[in-house]
């Protein structure tokens, strides 16, 4: 399976699809300067306990304080706390905290209000991003990821991802870390540390172990709210989990970000720094990979995915529903189990692939069409488990009801990504009425006129549907565009964008920039 990475840098979003076999599987946006993303620490400050939840509200500078509850606070949360006041209230240099001695585990089925109270500061990781009303997830038991380990500070445990399936690999790696590991350290071995040597391991390790504790020496004093250590952006993110030997190309739209995401490969895996390109294209680089087509087809209420066949995608505040159709298949075959059978199976590369996109968690149930055959039954299941198998996100999945209905939970971390694919007319907006046609070329060339004076020495590139570029540019020494050229003089380039609305069009300086 080939797989692509296509960023779109923009002034405020980064844009960063992942393609597998040149089909649009995740896509996420991030905003320049992300605030309160999954794998963030920050400095937070009690503003209420809360006993009858056994939990607490923290205040970490979100507009509404993020939830803690006790059974997030991780085992060794009096030795994170003694360990914090003392970086925060010391008058000279911080001791290492591979000499820190720990204290003992809080009761696993003890109260909030015995080890917390309002008004004290806390260090504490966002487990889930803000979600509508809610404010962030929070947790005290502290992960660091790396690309083949996550750090547990003030723990001692080494464990292995159970994705390695050599007994002896993992009896290999579990040795070496606990070799090399320092003392109040513990570490989750990732599938991505398979096969690697203890030079590259052991550099990852002090590289974490660096991170948190470098940290610290800067809290001397700190009031919170304050960003402790901030998770990497959202494309370091994905290049650090999804990276493997199937990536074959990093397409970014971006000189500067291009130059970090090499130098960011060069340190996890030099011999694939090569797959990185900057994209210099005119077209918009999702229209160039055939992202935003699929953008536009797969985020509305009805998906197609097979011979006429469709699902339709629900969402309400408990849970999202899937419905599966046959749709006119089933007028053209006798056997009807058979056909619901294959609807079925194809639906569910489809449910697993948009589950992905949307990023859509929780309860999610799947209405299939209904089988009679309990074999048919097992296979829908089976098919699903396999489909689902490349999500990272944890999930759970049922069989089928009696009913036909398929229950899935899947980690809602942060908000499901919504994309509204309707578009107001350009050329109307949404009236319903719209301008003679025919006066589309005078309309072009009067915007024309009007910003020819104001970039005089700067070339101009007019974006239009694929007819009217097609119009502009028929005839060789007498296209539309030529005359244009001569009698404002400056270059004008006619780029085709096929996601145009039949009259929309657009100008764009020589740097690419909307000047609309």
Not at 157 to 183: A, D, G, M
Not at 425 to 437: K, V
Request: aromatic share 8%; net charge positive; hydrophobic share 35%.
């Amino acid at each position: 399976m080939s797989k692509e990475l296509v960023i779109d840098v923009k002034a405020n979003e980064i844009d960063i699809a992942l393609l597998e076999n040149k089909k649009l599987v995740e896509l996420s946006k991030e905003e320049s300067n992300p605030k309160f993303s999954v794998g963030d620490i920050y400095l937070g400050k009690v503003k209420k306990i809360m006993p009858g939840l056994n939990a607490a509200f923290v205040d970490v500078g979100y507009e509404k304080d993020a939830f803690l509850h006790y059974l997030d606070l991780g085992p060794q949360f009096r030795s994170l706390q003694n360990y914090l006041q003392s970086a925060l209230g010391r008058k000279g240099k911080l001791s290492s905290m591979q000499k820190f001695k720990r204290v003992s585990d809080i009761d696993k089925n003890g109260k909030i209000n015995q080890v917390l109270a309002a008004g004290q500061y806390v260090l504490v990781q966002v487990a889930k991003e803000p979600i509508s009303t809610k404010g962030p997830r929070l947790t005290s038991e502290i992960a660091i990821a790396g690309r083949n380990m996550v750090l547990m500070p003030f723990s001692d445990k080494v464990s292995v991802s159970q994705k390695i399936e050599s007994n002896e690999e993992k009896k290999r790696l579990k040795t070496l870390i606990t070799s090399i590991k320092p003392n109040n350290y513990g570490v989750i071995i990732r599938t991505a540390s398979e096969g690697k040597m203890v030079k590259t391991l052991d550099e990852e390790l002090r590289g974490l172990v660096k991170k948190w504790e470098s940290a610290f020496d800067k809290m001397k004093n700190a009031k919170p709210p304050q960003l402790f250590i901030s998770e990497l952006n959202r494309t370091s993110v994905i290049l650090r989990d999804v990276l493997n030997v199937g990536f074959n190309h990093i397409h970014v739209n971006d000189e500067a970000l291009s130059r970090e995401i090499k130098e960011y490969i060069s340190t996890i895996a030099p011999e694939k720094e090569k797959i990185v390109n900057y994209f210099k294209g005119s077209n918009p680089i999702f229209e160039k990979f055939g992202v935003l087509k699929q953008v536009k087809a797969s985020f509305g209420k009805t998906v197609s995915f097979k011979s006429g066949a469709y699902l339709i995608i629900e969402h309400t505040e408990a849970l999202h529903v899937i419905d599966v159709n046959s749709g006119n298949r089933a007028k053209n075959v006798d056997n009807q189990e058979t056909t619901g059978l294959e609807v079925n199976l194809a639906a569910c590369d489809e449910i697993a692939r948009q589950l992905r996109l949307r990023d859509m968690g929780g309860i999610i149930v799947v209405d299939f069409i209904d089988m009679q055959q309990q074999e048919n039954k097992i296979k829908v299941f089976e098919r699903m488990k396999a489909a689902m198998e490349p999500d990272r996100t944890k999930h759970s999945i049922l069989p089928l009801s009696k009913f036909g209905l398929m229950q899935i939970t899947r980690q809602r971390v942060r908000p499901e990504m919504h994309i509204n694919t309707r578009e107001t007319c350009p050329t109307c907006d949404g009236t319903g009425e719209i301008s003679p046609s025919v006066l589309i070329i005078e309309r072009i060339e009067h915007q024309l006129a009007e910003l020819s004076d104001k970039y005089k020495n700067r070339g101009l590139s007019i974006r239009v549907h694929p007819f009217i570029a097609s119009y502009i540019n028929k005839g060789f020494l007498n296209s539309i565009k030529r005359k244009w050229s001569r009698k404002y003089g400056k270059k004008i380039t006619i780029t085709p964008i096929s996601s145009y609305d039949f009259l929309e069009f657009r100008f764009y300086d020589n740097k690419g920039e909307d000047i609309n």
